[in-house]
């Protein structure tokens, strides 16, 4: 039983890769809650309310669209990455000066990828996220770094427009 690289992407500086089950020897339904884990057909479960809470966290904001990719779904401003879900954890993108000073929070770890740590990003666990207001802050902080940035246009398919 193992996993073995199927795909992988590259999506504002970060890669992310695809593992497929090279083995049934797994469960095909993760367990009860929103866990990360593996299932058969190589997809990875990610924290569906979560999701949800920042959906209606970006509600009503102009140039905002969501991917599903690689195990999580990804909230973009205008094209550029601001913040996601991954596990039951939040990722946010903050750029490499502010990482450092949100990694001081108790609840902060750096973002890493397959390739290690990600310059830029913070995983924030569900504790940091636990109220609203806390959500809140952390996706406004995602959207002032992707604000920053060249607008890109949003492709592929699975991109939705408008945070529902």
Known sequence: MGYVADGEAEIDGLRFVRYRLYASSLPREPASGSVTRILGDGAM??????????RLALKRRRGITEKEMFGGIGFMLHGNMACGVIGNDLIVRLGAKRQEQAQADR?????????????????????????????????EEGLAFA??????????????????
């Not at 479960?45 to 920042?54: G, N, P, Q």
């Open 147 to 164: 604000r920053d940035l060249p607008a890109k246009r949003a492709t592929g398919a699975g991109s939705r427009s408008g945070a529902r």
């Open 45 to 54: 479960a990610y924290d569906r309310k979560l999701a949800e809470r920042v």
């Open 107 to 139: 609840h902060v770890d750096p973002f890493r990828m397959a390739a290690g740590p990600a310059k830029g990003w913070v995983q924030v666990r569900p504790a940091g996220t636990r109220t609203e207001a806390q959500l809140r802050a952390w996706v």
